[in-house]
């Protein structure tokens, strides 16, 4: 047990920040969405302008939730699905303090207006080197352990997380322009596409394989059910490195790109439900008879609850998508309702099952409440599908009024309702957040020993 704990510190740590950042990001979201509801509440304090507080809450939901959740998964799955142990778990633990180092520091320069004004590529040139410095000494751990795996066939899961990896260090490199170490950037439109190929592959290269190596892992082990077939998922593997590449420049269907290259986003948009249904088909098939046993463990059902949220955001992306549809969707909230079912009901609920359903083995601890992560289960899900239903119908309404010619300060009065709605959602929201900090933090501190 002892050799256990040494060998997942590294995963503890990545659970401890997830633990403590979530609450920092969601007060940030509950801050801004104050904010929207009763406009110049902070008008004063320049560290809570909404244009700095935007890049920190997105940042923080990714470095500070999602990531580091999936990160810790990922460093206890690779070596069970290798049948060995993690490879340098030293540098792994660097790599956990490093990204608290990061975490501060987006904190700290975003809301002091020290950005690139790259909307997913905010951070500046300092903290891009960092980010990069943190990924690659994970690849080292990740690639040292497949390279000395015991067991012959490579498992999905490990694919994805060896992938997924990879992608980021050069999505990161290249999305940043980091060759360009005082702007970031490149000019005009060339920059815009550039952007959104890294906007979207954050999402689509990074988030997306860890969240879904992480899923192809628990759903089959607390279910005890094979995933339904291996050339499956290696081929949708393939094809979300094909298509998902492609995407980005769907965020820019309504600027002046080539018309060759939107096409090709909105194509390849439709044919990303290719890999999303072989996953989805692997993990949910087997289950016909045995999704009760979901139910035994409160981390598989958040798993479980991410892996739909998946799949509704994966039919809502190829539709907002199609030009006729987001002509009335863009700029509007209907982006911002599909922006947290995509990375908090998709990738964070995955990520915070996977803390919960991992934390007792990396930890040698139960978890500390049960009852607590229930609760949280089902603030969070009320609260998100409250934010999707709030945010879609006041994007409609924007929408709808905009293509009638309606000015936006007109609109105003009636979003007022939507955004006091979403703030009350929020703090519901951040109550479960503050749960999943206490959970975590009491199993490691005082949970009961797993062979006591
Ligand atoms: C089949 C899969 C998907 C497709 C086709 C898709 C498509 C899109 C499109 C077209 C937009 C831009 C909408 C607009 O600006 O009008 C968008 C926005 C967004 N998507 Fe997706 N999406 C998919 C899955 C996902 C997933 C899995 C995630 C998260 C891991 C995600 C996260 C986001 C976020 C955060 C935004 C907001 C970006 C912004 O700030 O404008 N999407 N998606
Ligand atoms: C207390 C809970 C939360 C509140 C009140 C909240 C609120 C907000 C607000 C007000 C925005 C800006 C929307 C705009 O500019 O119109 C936003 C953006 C965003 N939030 Fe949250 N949020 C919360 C939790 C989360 C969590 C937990 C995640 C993910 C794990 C998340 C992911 C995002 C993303 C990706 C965006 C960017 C949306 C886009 O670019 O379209 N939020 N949030």
């Given at each position: 047990m002892e050799e256990t704990r040494t060998q997942f510190l590294a995963s503890r740590l990545f659970f401890l920040t997830a633990a403590f950042w979530v609450l920092v990001a969601m007060t940030l979201g509950l801050i801004m969405a104050i904010q929207l509801a009763v406009?110049?509440?902070?008008?004063?304090?320049p560290q809570l302008l909404y244009s700095r507080l935007r890049p920190a809450h997105v940042n923080l939901v990714v470095f500070g939730l999602v990531l580091p959740g999936l990160v810790g998964a990922a460093l206890y799955v690779v070596p069970t699905v290798c049948r060995t142990t993690l490879f340098a778990p030293w540098l792994a633990v660097a790599s956990a303090v490093l990204w608290n180092g990061v975490n501060l520091g987006i904190l700290g320069t975003l809301i002091h207006g020290?950005?690139?004004?790259?909307?997913?590529?905010?951070?500046i040139w300092e903290l891009d080197v960092a980010v990069l410095v943190m990924y690659a000494l994970l690849i080292v751990c990740v690639f040292g352990t497949i390279a000395r795996r015991k067991e012959k066939l490579l498992y999905v899961s490990a694919w994805y997380i060896a992938g997924g990896l990879c992608w980021t260090a050069v999505v990161w490199v290249v999305g940043n322009v980091m060759?360009?170490?005082?702007?970031g950037s490149l000019s005009g439109i060339s920059d815009a596409i550039l952007n959104w190929f890294h906007g979207h592959n954050v999402l689509g290269l990074v988030i997306t394989p860890a969240a879904v190596g992480v899923a192809y892992f628990i759903i089959p082990h607390a279910t005890r059910t094979p995933i339904y077939s291996h050339t499956l998922s290696l081929l949708g593997f393939w094809m979300l490195l094909f298509v998902y590449?492609?995407?980005?420049?769907h965020h820019l269907l309504?600027?002046?790109?080539?018309q060759w290259l939107k096409v090709l986003s909105i194509v390849d948009s439709v044919a990303l439900l290719i890999p999303v249904f072989a996953f989805l088909t692997n993990v949910?098939?087997?289950?016909?008879?045995?999704?009760?046993?979901?139910?035994?463990?409160v981390g598989a059902k958040f798993v479980f609850v991410g892996t739909v949220w998946y799949f509704i955001t994966c039919l809502q992306g190829p539709l907002h998508s199609l030009p006729v549809v987001q002509r009335l969707?863009?700029?509007?909230?209907w982006v911002v309702g599909h922006a947290h079912i995509a990375v908090l009901g998709f990738a964070g609920f995955i990520s915070m099952g996977a803390v919960f359903y991992l934390l007792p083995r990396v930890s040698g601890r139960r978890l500390w409440s049960v009852r607590m992560a229930e609760a949280q289960y089902w603030l969070m899900s009320i609260g998100l599908i409250g934010f999707f239903l709030t945010l879609t119908s006041a994007g409609l309404i924007q929408g709808q009024a905009w293509l009638n010619g309606e000015v936006i300060y007109r609109i105003l009065p009636q979003m007022s309702l939507y955004m006091v709605l979403r703030a009350l959602l929020g703090i519901m929201m951040l109550t479960g957040g503050t749960l999943f900090t206490i959970n975590v933090v009491m199993t490691i501190w005082r949970g009961q020993k797993v062979d006591s």
């Open positions: 406009p110049e509440t902070y008008a004063d304090i020290m950005t690139q004004g790259r909307e997913y590529a905010e951070l060759w360009h170490p005082d702007t590449t492609h995407t980005g420049t309504q600027a002046p790109v080539p949910w098939l087997p289950l016909r008879e045995r999704i009760g046993r979901l139910h035994q463990d969707t863009h700029f509007t909230n």
